[in-house]
Nanobody, 114 residues
């Protein structure tokens, strides 16, 4: 079993920055990808960013503003979010996809508001 714990969410003004962290623990092996998703009220969950064997991809809406990175030694993936906009407000979820399963964290709230 794998556990994912997100942290780093909060309230920030437009134009501000936050860094989300996701720590993985448990039976971690044969990882295909680690990804960040988000879900805003009344909307479907959407993929924000992913990291796959060192390669990354981003949703068009966050390109140039968000950066995903990983620290294998700490079993941690980060999402650095800059130039935040009100439309970035959502619950952000960490996801780990491996050969043996698809795992989710509990989510962390990000609110961008003045």
């Amino acid at each position: 079993q794998v556990q994912l714990v997100e942290s780093g969410g909060g309230l920030v003004q437009p134009g501000g920055s936050l860094r989300l962290s996701c720590v993985a623990s448990g039976s971690i092996f044969s990882i295909y990808a680690m990804r960040w998703y988000r879900q805003a009220p009344g909307k479907q969950r959407e993929l924000v960013a992913g990291i796959y064997a060192g390669n990354t991809n981003y949703a068009d809406s966050v390109k140039g503003r968000f950066t995903i990175s990983g620290d294998n030694a700490k079993n941690t993936v980060y999402l650095q979010m800059n130039s935040l906009k009100p439309e970035d407000t959502a619950v952000y979820y960490c996801n780990l996809l491996s050969r043996v399963g698809d795992y989710w964290g509990q989510g962390t709230q990000v609110t961008v508001s003045s």
